[in-house]
């Protein structure tokens, strides 16, 4: 499965970053809720686990699922303090690093259309491991942006791309709002010059850039206001003001200069 593979370069290229990291690094305040980036690797790391139990049976998931779900109600912080403890973020960090790579490798012999567990409503392998490399990729802007390196994507980034695109409908519901149609056309440049489309071809109703940064907006990595993103038509306007690719409760996204990658 393609998005297994995708799944792994994208923890790699993250991977390569932290790797340049002394111990004390991960204790550095990111722009992120002040979120360390020790947490945000204990985040990922934690998430890793319960989508590979999900891989793994139904049982096994929910045996998970169980240990951690009376912690939840203390937020992500508090939750990830019940589970690792006082274990250094940099041991997490090679903990992260050791597993992801066999976990790649579980789900690319999986079958893509498995339908696996999850906190919410359940999904196909496929999904899963798609939606495991946007995680990857929104939280490790926030370590980009603070260490000043600018991030090299690659085809992969389409991934998030089209979460974002496919997530139109919900960034509308969990605001409250019932979503407009007909859905904005999106016209993305990809990191190699390559052009990726979604949706109806519309002169007074798009969404037109890089695919970078409809990323950044749709994982609410930025303000749209941050970018260089061209909206046409209030449709198309409105659903990047409100964007979120994302499970859970509705966030508000980051006020108008707030996230950028901090000056070498």
């Known amino acids: 499965m393609q998005a297994a593979a995708d799944f792994r370069e994208e923890c790699e290229s993250i991977d390569a970053l932290l790797s340049t990291l002394a111990p004390d690094d991960f204790a550095r305040?990111?722009?992120f809720k002040g979120w360390t980036i020790g947490e945000i690797v204990e985040h990922l790391h934690l998430f890793n686990i319960a989508a590979d139990k999900a891989l793994e049976s139904d049982a096994a998931f929910m045996a998970f699922?169980?240990?951690?779900?009376?912690?939840?109600?203390?937020?992500?912080?508090?939750l990830q303090r019940d589970w690792f403890g006082d274990a250094p973020a940099h041991?997490?960090?090679?903990?992260?690093?050791?597993?992801?790579?066999?976990m790649a490798e579980r789900f690319a012999n999986a079958n893509p259309e498995a339908r696996l567990k999850w906190f919410g409503p359940d999904m196909s392998a496929r999904?899963?491991?798609?939606?495991?490399?946007?995680?990857?990729?929104?939280?490790?802007?926030a370590i980009f942006d603070l260490l000043g390196v600018e991030r090299t994507n690659g085809a992969r980034l389409r991934n998030v791309a089209h979460i974002g695109v496919t997530t139109y409908s919900w960034s509308h519901k969990v605001n409250g709002l019932e979503p407009p149609r007909p859905k904005p056309h999106v016209r993305l440049t990809g990191p190699a010059g390559e052009l990726w489309e979604w949706n109806d071809s519309q002169d007074d109703n798009r969404v037109e850039g890089t695919a970078e940064h409809f990323c950044q907006v749709v994982t609410q990595c930025r303000n749209v206001a941050d970018v260089e993103l061209v909206t046409v038509g209030e449709t198309?306007?409105?659903w990047m003001a409100i964007a979120q690719c994302f499970a859970g409760p509705k966030e508000t996204p980051p006020a108008p200069g707030t996230r950028r990658r901090v000056s070498g």
């Not at 999904?127 to 802007?141: C, T």
Request: proline share 2%.
């Open 91 to 102: 041991e997490t960090y090679a903990a992260w690093r050791a597993y992801f790579s066999g």
């Open 127 to 141: 999904s899963s491991i798609i939606a495991r490399q946007m995680e990857h990729w929104a939280h490790a802007q």
């Open 236 to 238: 198309a306007t409105r």
């Open 29 to 31: 305040a990111t722009q």
């Open 65 to 78: 699922a169980a240990k951690i779900m009376p912690a939840m109600a203390k937020g992500h912080r508090g």
